[in-house]
Nanobody, 126 residues
């Protein structure tokens, strides 16, 4: 069982920055593919970014490419999402997810992830 705890959300203005953190339990964090998703009211959960366990390669949704950066610190069992140039349409609950077992995942498919955090609210005012 892996527990994921997100933090760092809040209310900001358009153009501001926020950094989200997701702390994972257990000693196997370095073998997990980690991802961020988000869900706005009345909408489906959507993929934001992913970072692989092996090479640390990253992949982003087109809507956030160039503004958001995903990174990980294996020594701290933590994955981050640096969000710059925030827009009102970025408003959502942001969820951290992990895929265990050193296996490839299709980044945008929620069913490929084994564990999810409880989410942190990000609200961007115009």
């Amino acid at each position: 069982q892996v527990q994921l705890v997100e933090s760092g959300g809040g209310l900001v203005q358009a153009g501001d920055s926020l950094r989200l953190s997701c702390a994972a339990s257990g000693p196997m964090f370095s073998t997990y593919t980690m991802a961020w998703f988000r869900q706005a009211p009345g909408k489906e959960r959507e993929f934001v970014a992913v970072i692989s366990w092996s090479s640390g390669s990253t992949y982003y949704a087109d809507s956030v490419k160039g503004r958001f950066t995903i990174s990980r610190d294996n020594a701290k069992n933590t994955v981050y999402l640096q969000m710059n140039s925030l827009k009102p349409e970025d408003t959502a609950v942001y969820y951290c997810a992990c895929a265990t077992g050193r296996r490839p995942v299709v980044p945008a498919q929620t069913r490929g992830y084994d564990y999810w955090g409880q989410g942190t609210q990000v609200t961007v005012s115009s």
